[in-house]
């Protein structure tokens, strides 16, 4: 079913927007996705072995990259900027809404149907 959803959504957005406004959001929330997985590395660094410049590098580039890109786009496309940012923050809201029906619904540690012997 999700992937009939995902199809039916890339045909609505393919056909009713400029297919250069869809290429510049997925380049934009790819450097959002490369930046946030890097930063997350970082607290798993010591059980993979990987190098703190590394990271640093990487996540410096991809910011610079990010940041760069988010300012000619506002200046050049300021209708795929706002698109970009009603995605992020629709992004932030679906995820702490799920994380809060999601804790709403999880049985607390110790109460759960145990019988005592």
Same mark, same amino acid.
């Given at each position: 079913?999700?992937?009939l959803i995902t199809?039916?959504?890339a045909i609505v957005l393919a056909a009713g927007f400029d297919l250069s406004s869809i290429a510049s959001?997925?380049? /934009?929330?790819a450097l959002?996705?490369?930046?946030?997985?890097t930063a997350a590395h970082f607290r798993v660094r $010591?059980?993979? =072995?990987?190098s703190t410049l590394v990271l640093s590098v990487a996540i410096t580039s991809?910011?610079?990259?990010l940041l760069t890109f988010a300012l000619t786009?506002?200046?050049?496309?300021?209708?795929?900027?706002? /698109?970009?940012?009603v995605i992020l923050l629709l992004s932030i809201a679906l995820d702490?809404?799920?994380?809060? $029906?999601?804790? =709403?619904?999880?049985?607390?540690?110790?109460?759960?149907?145990?019988?005592?012997?």
């Open positions: 079913m999700g992937l199809a039916a959504a959001l997925g380049s /934009a929330i959002l996705m490369f930046t946030l997985v $010591a059980e993979t =072995g990987a991809t910011v610079v990259v786009t506002l200046v050049d496309e300021p209708a795929t900027a706002a /698109a970009l940012a702490l809404g799920w994380k809060r $029906a999601r804790d =709403g619904r999880q049985v607390p540690h110790g109460s759960a149907d145990v019988e005592s012997s």
